[in-house]
């Protein structure tokens, strides 16, 4: 069972994507996202922090920022590795590989990563990637998406590359397969095609939608993105 909507209200949960260099940018960034009305960010680094730095980073933007919602992207550490120190230091972790593969019924590599989040105490929320850009290719999207619902509170999917927006056919199959259970889109989402996707996905991660520059977000994309989503109706 999910903790998501324990945690967000929202029909539509919007999460900017942060990429970090370093913790006043990190705030900065923090507070755009918060004052346009989003409900909360990831953070991450492409090598200019590293990871057990970004994680002291994500608790002093939470503190910066009056308690927003702030999870992290450790790029370069293993799930396993992970989940074994991070403790309760924050509230959510976004893995690119969730370990899901459709070659099997019994999902080994997932099952131990749960198995080390019930050891070490782990309560936040859990964005497992799957059908996710970079990682190996799958054939058969609603099968991996519905195994994917033992291991993770948010299954989480993107398009072909970084800022490259999904097929809406790919997410609308994957919310198909899942059914109630929370579906996250990463990359390529911004105020113009939002719409494509509000059917079917239930959270949005995003960067390059709302940015100007690779390490700055765009108040004004970003508000536009709030209100779109908002506005939906369905």
Known sequence: MSRFREVFTSRHVLLAVIHVSDLAGAVRNARVARDAGMDGAFLLSHGAVADDALIGIAEKVRAATGGFWIGV?????????????????????????????????????????????????????????????????????????????????????????????????????????????????????????????????????????ISQTPEDLDADRARDLVRVVRSWRG
């Open 73 to 209: 992207n450790c790029l370069g550490t293993h799930p396993l590795q992970l989940f074994a120190r991070i403790g309760d230091r924050v509230p959510g972790v976004w893995a690119d590989d969730a370990l899901i593969t459709e070659a099997s019924d019994d999902q080994v590599d997932a099952r131990q990563v749960r198995a080390v989040q019930e050891a070490h105490g782990w309560r936040g929320l859990y964005f497992g990637g799957v059908a996710f850009k970079y990682q190996r290719a799958v054939r058969d999207l609603a099968r991996v998406a519905r195994l994917a619902t033992a291991y993770m509170d948010v299954v989480t999917t993107s398009g072909p590359g970084s800022g490259e927006a999904a097929d809406p056919a790919k997410v609308r199959t994957m919310k198909q397969a899942v059914g109630p259970f929370p579906l996250a889109l990463a990359s390529g989402v911004t105020p113009e095609n939002a719409h494509d996707y509000l059917p079917h996905a239930d959270c949005f991660l995003t960067a390059t939608g």
